[in-house]
């Protein structure tokens, strides 16, 4: 490994260390929900390892058990990741020439790592791809560790899992606050609490999730320019070509 590579990845990882905080307490929790729901460690292990979507795992937990059909967790699975295929719109010019990198990158786009590498920004004189790679790899161990620890952890010590769940959402708002302090424009995040709180109201609880994906789509497409003449160190850093993005200060 040369020097660069070294520096790359010490940098992913100092990078993702916040990342790390969270999916190790959240992944412990729902490590011990699945040992309570009768599931082994094994299973923690294979659904963050293989699954590797912290919300859809803890209803999966309840689909488990539940007995769910093929095709309600089909259902599920769609409604609760749907947000992952706007991210992805959002990380094409990124990821467009990330080489063999670029499968497990698609695969580890969560909400955190999403939030590390949306503004497309990479240390000085590094890989961006190499950079973007190790970031989702470390946010994706964490994971596992934390799973396959609360699953270890629930064998041995008894614990109540009421309200457990709660967890993911927590982890929501951290990553949203966390975003807001970070960013000068908000328009993004008002376009997001306004329109989910829209579908919400007239939708309601069980079928909003769709319609707000949309509607804050449609919003920020009419926005857009606006959002990238307040922004132009970022639509110039998404125009340029993957190997000269390393360049773009952190």
Known sequence: MNKNTKRTVRDAFLASVPVMAGYVVLGIGFGILMHNAGYGTLWSFAMALLIYAGSMQYVGVGLLTGGASVLTVILTTFMVNARHLFYSISMIGHYRDAGRYKPYMIFALTDETYSLLCDGKTPDGEDPNLYR??????????????????????????????????????????????????????????????????????????????????????????????????????????????????????
């Open 133 to 250: 790679f190790l970031v989702s790899l470390f946010n994706q161990s964490y994971w596992v560790t934390g799973c396959t620890l609360g699953s270890l952890i629930g064998s041995v010590l008894p614990f109540s899992t009421a309200g457990i769940e709660f967890s993911m959402t927590a982890l929501f708002i951290a990553t949203f606050t966390e975003q807001w302090i970070t960013t000068k424009d908000h328009i993004p995040a008002i376009t997001g609490l306004f329109s989910t709180l829209l579908c919400l109201i007239v939708f309601g609880r069980d079928s909003f999730l769709i319609p707000s994906m949309l509607l804050i789509t449609a919003v920020l497409t009419v926005l857009r320019g606006r959002i990238q003449s307040e922004q132009p160190e970022l639509v110039a850093e998404t125009d340029l070509p993957a190997g000269e993005k390393g360049g773009a200060e952190k």
